[in-house]
T-cell receptor
Framework: DGGITQSPKYLFRKEGQNVTLSCEQN?????MYWYRQDPGQGLRLIYY???????QKGDIAEGYSVSREKKESFPLTVTSAQKNPTAFYLC????????????FGNGTRLTVT | AQSVSQHNHHVILSEAASLELGCNYS??????LFWYVQYPGQHLQLLLK??????LVKGIKGFEAEFIKSKFSFNLRKPSVQWSDTAEYFC????????????FGKGTHLIIQP
């Protein structure tokens, strides 16, 4: 069954620690995305990648970093520089091209205390 | 920068009522338009999409949406809602030919009362 796997589902960290969220897809999609979802704010784009070894900042990239060493994987690191890291993080992928919807993973809920 | 506005943050309806959720966007060029739904505890799913052609698009579960270019709108409709339609609904826009993901509205939380 093809899809997007995000792990873990729930993650807890102490303030000041970096934390990496995993996202793996077996859909053979070239493009991958990270969004952050907050109540009443909708989804906001953090980073995206159209091809291996290349990625671009989205609307709220500050305090985050990503890598794209493999087509299947697009991990997101929430650094200690992110002022308000507690949120629900969604990974998505799509084929490249304008007529392509995004397919989403189940998300990771990160709580930083 | 493009933006997406969803008019209602919370909507409460009774079963069998008709539904219309508003969505307006600000980008003036060619756009692709989407509605996603997030049922409680589940991941985001695509309801329907518009790329070109007939401005009235039909999606899953009896939903439809109409693209009105002159009004920059893409409102979601369903003639008769069911309790199982309780969910959060997101409108999203992608610039035509763009490769930088979707811009989402803030979402509408729909509650259907039995």
């Amino acid at each position: 069954d093809g899809g997007i796997t995000q792990s873990p589902k729930y993650l807890f960290r102490k303030e000041g620690q970096n934390v990496t969220l995993s996202c793996e897809q077996n859909l053979n999609h070239d493009a991958m995305y990270w969004y952050r979802q907050d109540p009443g704010q909708g989804l906001r784009l953090i980073y995206y990648s159209q091809i291996v070894n290349d990625f671009q900042k989205g609307d709220i990239a500050e305090g985050y970093s990503v890598s794209r060493e493999k087509k299947e994987s697009f991990p997101l690191t929430v650094t200690s520089a992110q002022k308000n890291p507690t949120a629900f993080y969604l990974c998505a992928s799509s084929i490249t091209g304008q007529n392509s919807p995004l397919h989403f993973g189940n998300g990771t809920r990160l709580t930083v205390t | 920068a493009q933006s997406v506005s969803q008019h209602n943050h919370h909507v409460i309806l009774s079963e069998a009522a008709s539904l219309e959720l508003g969505c307006n966007y600000s980008y003036g060029g060619t756009v692709n338009l989407f509605w996603y739904v997030q049922y409680p505890g589940q991941h985001l799913q695509l309801l329907l999409k518009y790329f070109s052609g007939d401005p009235l698009v039909k999606g899953i579960k009896g939903f439809e949406a109409e693209f009105i270019k002159s009004k920059f709108s893409f409102n979601l409709r369903k003639p008769s809602v069911q309790w199982s339609d309780t969910a959060e609904y997101f409108c999203a826009v992608k610039k035509g030919g763009g490769a930088d993901g979707l811009t989402f509205g803030k979402g509408t939380h729909l509650i259907i009362q039995p």
